[in-house]
């Protein structure tokens, strides 16, 4: 007897619904040691970390023609659910289980074994459950990331399945090396929230997987970059920015005074980038474009990640000046050298994730976290930012290498873009079937 595709998957559901129980364990019951205030304010920096990935979608969108706009919103939507299964299934045990040699984590939280409702030793005083959670918001907000770069031209089916192998085969061994007790732990690198671990893993990834994808149809032929909807990036933009407080401010696990500096210094440095951006901008082009405020404020954003929990508001007010001189003089490099990062990922987040982690090493101060170190402007000395330029450097080159080799050996076995066809028409009809404006 034939069995339908419906039929089939829902045969697979069930054999694999019955497993799970043998694979699980049950869930231990919440003690004393948690703290409700620590708890509840990692509730609420998950979900702020959580909004960011459709807030990049906005963010994204609107800097793309408006018959790509509605593709950023599936593919945000689709990676939540797709990096949300590998996270639970083998991600978090092997960014945070038993460190291995310095390179992965354990097998013992596969499918969430033993993640239980008390605290761990990374959270002391938050259950192990909700840090796991918190921790997988980071691994999607990293993985959305990618798509701004290469929008508008690559098979839905082929990115979801290139981004899952990156998951697994990127972002998962750099956090642990970084979070998981690795070997960049262990050389003394210091990255609050993700200056290394989100940020340059994906904008480097970007940078290799233009190289590989090639220019659009409408850049080839020296098309302009016109955004379709500047408040939508607004909006994204500003939505981003409120993320952010739980993004690092959430890093600190506990609702704390490290808690509350990062914050301050997260808001500190993104205000400057803003206003540094539109004085850049007004300098270069006789105006203040609104697109670069609001990309100053990212850059911004993204440069103080790593150094959020280590530094005062005076490292960040110079983190958040460097990083809109930084990246605005990224995003003119890039458009010298004429590669199609199609939204300026590795010009804002590599580049900028990248001057971050290096700044990190220059202004960390113990009068800020004592579990940090001092950096050199702090009477440190050299060691952390020699550990910092080390850190930055190999990811720099994994990145970019695995990302490379990732879709060289995918576009063997299928084709990686739309066709020129495709591209004319746009995503939203093509991929979805849909279209975000109908105009009457």
């Known amino acids: 007897m034939k069995h339908g595709i419906g039929s089939k998957f829902a045969l697979f559901l069930a054999l694999a619904l019955l497993a799970l129980p043998l694979v699980s364990s049950p869930v231990a019951a919440a ?174 990834s970007v940078l290799a997987a233009a190289l590989v994808l090639g220019k659009r149809i409408n850049q080839a032929r020296g098309g302009q970059e016109v955004p379709h909807n500047i408040p939508m990036v607004v909006l994204g933009g500003a939505l981003l920015w409120i993320g952010w407080f739980g993004f690092n401010g959430g890093s600190a696990l506990a609702a704390n005074g490290l808690a509350a500096n990062a914050l301050v210094v997260t808001h500190i440095s993104a205000a400057m980038a803003a206003a540094v951006w539109g004085l850049i901008s007004w300098l270069d082009t006789g105006r203040v474009s609104v697109l670069g405020l609001i990309s100053g404020g990212v850059a911004g954003l993204v440069a103080i990640t790593p150094a959020a929990g280590f530094i005062n508001p005076t490292g960040a007010l110079f983190i958040g000046l460097g990083a809109a001189v930084v990246c605005y003089g990224g995003i003119l490099l890039r458009k010298r050298l004429g590669f199609d990062d199609a939204l300026d990922v590795w010009g804002v987040h590599g580049l900028g994730g990248t001057f971050g982690a290096i700044a990190t090493g220059l202004f960390a101060t113990t009068a800020v976290n004592a579990a940090g170190k001092d950096g050199l402007l702090y009477g440190g000395g050299t060691d952390l930012l020699i550990a910092q330029l080390i850190s930055v450097a190999v990811v720099w080159a994994f990145a970019f290498g ?37 105009l009457r």
């Open 31 to 204: 003690d004393g040691d948690v703290d409700s205030g620590d708890t509840a304010w990692l509730m609420i920096s998950t979900g702020l970390v959580f909004i960011m990935t459709p807030a990049v979608a906005f963010f994204y969108g609107g800097m793309l023609r408006k018959s790509n706009f509605l593709s950023m919103l599936g593919q945000s939507i689709l990676i939540i659910g797709v990096v949300t299964i590998i996270w639970v299934v083998f991600g978090y045990s092997l960014t945070f289980g038993t460190d291995s040699g310095g390179l992965i984590g354990g097998t013992e939280y596969l499918m969430l074994n033993g993640v239980d409702l008390v605290p761990n030793s990374i959270a002391p005083t938050v259950p192990h459950i909700l840090f796991m959670m918190y921790q997988g918001m980071f691994a999607i907000i990293t993985v959305a990331l990618i798509i701004g770069g290469v929008a508008e031209r690559m098979k839905l089916s082929s990115l979801i399945i290139f981004l899952s192998i990156w998951t697994a085969a990127v972002y998962i061994p750099v956090a642990h090396w970084v979070w998981g007790g690795g070997w960049i732990y262990d050389l003394g690198a210091l990255d609050f929230a993700g200056g290394t671990v989100v940020h340059i893993t994906a904008g480097v």
């Open 402 to 438: 695995a990302t490379y080799v990732i879709l060289k050996v995918l576009s063997k076995f299928m084709p990686l873009r739309m066709t020129k066809d495709e591209e004319k028409i746009g995503a939203d009809i093509i991929q979805h079937g849909e279209s975000a404006y109908y």
